[in-house]
């Protein structure tokens, strides 16, 4: 059974950085794809971003476009997403998300079978 693991949330100020990292176990193919969402109390969920682990091909919500950047280690199992400039609006608790891929494009829908627990990412001052 695959299981995913995020951690690195925490509190910070305005303007800075965080680095969230997701480890997902499990895998008996190759090919499958890692997303990052998020949800704030009273909000709907939010597809962030996503990789493949076979080309690296990555995915940005509109919301985070040139301030979040999804990355993968070389294992292709270890998947970060920092975080930059952050604002008041990111706080949200952030989930992790696997599946299997068939080599499509990654998705930021809600469409994936295995999540993690979340980790609380509190932006404050």
């Known amino acids: 059974q695959v299981q995913v693991v995020e951690s690195g949330g925490g509190v910070v100020q305005p303007g800075g950085s965080l680095r969230l990292s997701c480890v997902a176990s499990?895998?008996?193919?190759?090919?499958?794809?890692i997303a990052w969402f998020r949800q704030a109390p009273g909000k709907e969920r939010e597809g962030l971003s996503c990789?493949?682990?076979?080309?690296?091909?990555?995915l940005y919500a509109d919301s985070v476009k040139g301030r979040f950047t999804i990355s993968r280690d070389n294992a292709k199992n270890t998947v970060y997403l920092q975080m930059n400039s952050l604002r008041p609006e990111d706080t949200a608790v952030y989930y992790c998300?696997?599946?299997?891929?068939?080599?499509?494009?990654?998705?930021?829908?809600?469409?994936?079978?295995?999540w993690g627990q979340g980790t609380q990412v509190t932006v404050s001052s």
């Open positions: 998300a696997a599946d299997y891929s068939a080599g499509n494009v990654c998705s930021i829908r809600f469409e994936y079978d295995y």
């Open positions: 499990g895998f008996t193919s190759d090919y499958y794809a």
């Open positions: 990789i493949e682990s076979s080309d690296g091909g990555t």
